[in-house]
């Protein structure tokens, strides 16, 4: 008995050991004004799982620094939440907003960060950015092309000209 026992702490064990599957296989497709839809409220428990995996990226990925004066470092973000293009994914919008810490309330240069987040809470990706203001999300085209030089006309006075220089 004392045997099986053994082996079943041992099974136990190393099973615990393992290096966990990764949780998210696939392209993220990033949502735009038209298929991204909030997460309303009563909110799934994946949607919130998501939400947490969020914060807690952006606090492991930035300078602790950037969160004094907060008592908490999530005191100093707010967060929505959408479901988009992709399956199986949320969408977490994370604005740094540190209004309810003592310090300025604005402390980093870029508004938001928006993350890829499974229902599990685990961090797929972050997107690139939206695309430069003024400039269209299509690939330029080529420009026209140049028009071709124009030779200027005779004016008459070729008769006359022998092309030697007289002096």
């Not at 696939?26 to 919130?48: F, H, K, L, N, Q």
């Not at 972050?126 to 140049?146: C, F, I, L, R, V």
Request: with cysteine.
């Amino acid at each position: 008995m004392r045997q099986v026992h053994g082996w079943l702490g041992l099974l136990l064990v190393l099973s615990g050991c393992r290096h966990p599957a990764a949780a998210w296989k696939g392209v993220v497709e990033w949502p735009d004004e038209r298929s991204a839809r909030p997460v309303e409220s009563p909110m799934p428990a994946g949607a919130a799982q998501a939400a947490v995996g969020a914060v807690r990226e952006f606090i492991r990925t930035n300078p602790r620094r950037l969160f004094s004066g907060c008592e908490h470092p999530e005191d100093g973000l707010n967060v929505s939440l959408f479901t988009g293009p992709t399956p199986g994914l949320y969408y977490v919008l994370l604005d740094p907003d540190f209004e309810r810490c003592v310090g300025p309330r604005r402390r980093i240069l870029d508004g938001w960060f928006f993350y890829a987040v499974t229902p599990e809470g685990d961090v797929v990706a972050e997107s690139p950015g939206p695309p430069d203001e003024g400039t269209t999300a299509e690939p330029p085209q080529a420009p026209p092309p140049a028009p071709e030089p124009q030779v200027p006309a005779p004016n008459g006075d070729a008769e006359r000209s022998s092309g030697a220089a007289s002096g």
